[in-house]
């Protein structure tokens, strides 16, 4: 006989079994035990979705976090294998979990979102959700409804988000920053694509022709004249296919008034619906502009002044002191001058001899603007060039001193006018020297050196100390004009035809055989056989009518071949 006795709360059963052995004895057994209906109505629901079809393949086995949930209760019915690494749980532990222990949004909140997700699938439900650690996860939520055995239940992928939410925030910072930044200069910016069109505007709107709202989405042409538009989109072009930063003037007509602009084009690396992108950004100048006329002025009136001085237009030592003053140049100190030479200054780029001389000038300016930025030195320009006055001090090591300042000014000129070439920059150096008359010394060795350097341009040095200048030293006059072409004429003229007629390139065989290179040197450097320089030394000797062995020859056709390189282009 048994006898079952189910206490009130329905948690406790008492169960008495009387039974007999096999002697015939009583035996009774008494056992109390919890009921587990709710455990085993929970293993009933699992067992359920473990007969679904397919649901250890697309859920248990989802690399992707994946929970079910009791839409009545919250309860956490199950998780794959995903969810127990995410969150740090075991799979028990989370089975006796509700998702308001993971979820930290306020209860209402999650009971309307289970509510809604009961009755229809939503994408990208925005929740924090908390890990076993503590730590805090920004997620997105994918949930639905799901029926499993004629039960409807809440089937929830959860995407952990808190590292692009965290890229983005600090993306807006920086935003926020570039655009503080950018408004905050007076500067006008754009952010422009290859067709022109622009993406952004940042800066002073007064600086602007129409109101900034009315860039956006709109072309170049849309908004500024044809000339202007068309200029500034070729800029814009032409950095991108480059991928280098390019700088212009820009002229725009803004209120009825033409404004100047110093513009900069720099091409970006993101892509914007599939279009290439570059900044522009453009400062005012007129106030830069008028600084700049007020540097040419004084730079052309101490040039003025000074080459006065070297003229002898000025010879009391009371004068010049006063002159010297007013310039704020020191003569009682040491100093040593460099001439700077440059091909742009004698070249045929302007059609009238006016046009050119105001091209001279203009790059001549510019060149004595970038100079003056050097400090301790006095930069004056001259009808053939620019002179820069140095401060320096007497010693052992001062010509390597003046080397180094001479070759910062020739980088400084090269950096700032990238139209400039490498092999049409020379520099001349003098020695040290004090006073009125060590000044005109200074600039009498520095042309000569300056000459010297020109001279040997296919060297690529480029800069030349009056102690390197060798013959012309003896040169206080450029070695220009008639006596210099019938000189040349005179002494390599044929060879100079021959090259010409033949298109063959002997003076530069010449050249080498005079500087004391030996035939199979001179072959080496020209890609030549040895026996083809033997050739070429006896056809020279035979076009020249010389013995190129002779001591005096060889100086004459030397010095032929330096003033060739120093007026080539007048010839």
């Known amino acids: 006989m048994a006898l079952v006795l189910n206490c009130v709360d329905g948690e406790l059963e008492l169960i008495v079994l009387n039974s007999t052995n096999s002697s015939g004895s009583a035996i009774e057994w008494l056992t109390i035990s919890r009921d587990n209906s709710g455990r085993k109505q929970h293993e009933q629901h699992i067992q359920e979705m473990e007969n679904g079809y397919g649901y250890r393949q697309i859920f248990q086995d989802s690399p992707v976090v994946g929970i079910i949930i009791d839409p ?42 289970i509510n809604k997700v009961s009755r229809n699938h939503y994408k990208a439900i925005p929740f924090r ?11 997105e939520i994918y949930s ?8 409807i239940l809440i089937h929830s992928l959860i995407i952990d988000v808190t590292a692009r939410r965290r890229a983005e925030a600090d993306l807006r910072e920086s935003n926020r920053r570039l655009r503080d930044f950018a408004e905050a200069v007076s500067d006008i910016s754009f952010i422009i694509d290859e067709d022109g069109r622009y993406l ?22 849309q908004v500024l004249s044809e000339d202007s538009a068309d ?6 072009q032409q950095a991108i296919i480059s991928g280098i930063q390019r700088k212009g003037i820009y002229e725009i007509q803004i209120g ?32 830069q502009q008028e600084n700049t006329l007020q540097m040419i002025y004084e730079l052309r009136r101490r040039s003025d002044i000074i080459n006065s001085v070297l003229d002898g237009k000025v010879d009391s030592n009371e004068s010049f002191a006063y002159t010297c003053s007013s310039l704020g140049l020191d003569i009682n100190l040491p100093a040593f001058v460099c001439k700077i030479l440059n091909y742009s200054f004698d070249s045929g780029d302007c059609n009238s001899q006016l046009a050119k001389i105001n091209c001279d ?16 030195c006095i930069v004056w320009g001259c009808q053939d060039g620019i002179y820069v006055l140095c401060y320096a001090t007497f010693g052992k090591h001062e010509w390597e001193r003046s080397k180094e300042i001479a070759s910062l000014i020739r980088t400084k000129l090269l950096e700032d006018d990238s139209s400039m070439s490498v092999m049409s920059v020379f520099v001349g150096i003098s020695e040290v020297h004090t006073g009125i008359e060590g000044l005109k010394k200074n600039c009498r060795q520095a042309l000569s050196a300056v000459l010297a350097a020109r001279s040997r341009a296919v ?76 050739y070429r030394h006896k056809s020279i000797a035979k076009i020249l009518n010389v013995d190129l062995n002779d001591y005096q020859t060889r100086l004459t056709l030397g010095l032929a071949l330096q003033l060739y390189k120093l007026n080539a282009n007048n010839l």
């Open 459 to 534: 060297d690529g040095g480029g800069v030349v100390h009056y102690r390197e200048a060798g013959l012309f030293q003896f040169v206080s006059e450029p070695l220009s004009g008639n006596a210099a072409r019938e000189y040349i004429t005179q002494h390599i003229g044929n060879l100079l035809e021959y090259d010409q007629t033949k298109q063959t390139n002997y003076l530069v065989t010449l050249e080498e055989l005079l500087r004391g290179a030996s035939i199979r040197e001179t072959a080496e450097k020209q890609h030549l056989h040895p026996k083809s320089v033997i």
């Open 129 to 139: 959700h908390k890990l076993k650690d503590g730590s805090i996860r920004e997620v």
């Open 256 to 287: 009825g008034e033409k404004q100047y602009f110093l513009g900069r084009t720099v091409p970006l690396t993101y892509i914007v619906n599939g279009k290439r992108t570059a900044a522009v950004i453009a400062a005012d100048i007129l106030e």
């Open 361 to 376: 000038r203009k790059r001549k300016d510019k060149m004595m603007i970038a100079l003056s930025e050097i400090p301790n």
């Open 200 to 221: 952004d505007v940042f800066g002073d709107e007064r600086m602007l022709p129409v109101p900034e709202t009315e860039f956006l989405g709109k072309t170049i042409h």
């Open 231 to 236: 200029f500034i989109l070729n800029e814009v």
């Open 144 to 151: 639905g409804p799901v029926k499993l055995k004629g039960r």
């Open 72 to 113: 009545d209760t919250g309860n956490i019915l199950d998780a794959n294998q995903a969810a127990v690494d995410y969150y740090g749980y075991t799979l028990e532990e989370l089975q006796v979990m509700t998702i308001r222990q993971i979820n930290i949004a306020p209860r209402g909140e999650i009971d309307e979102c």
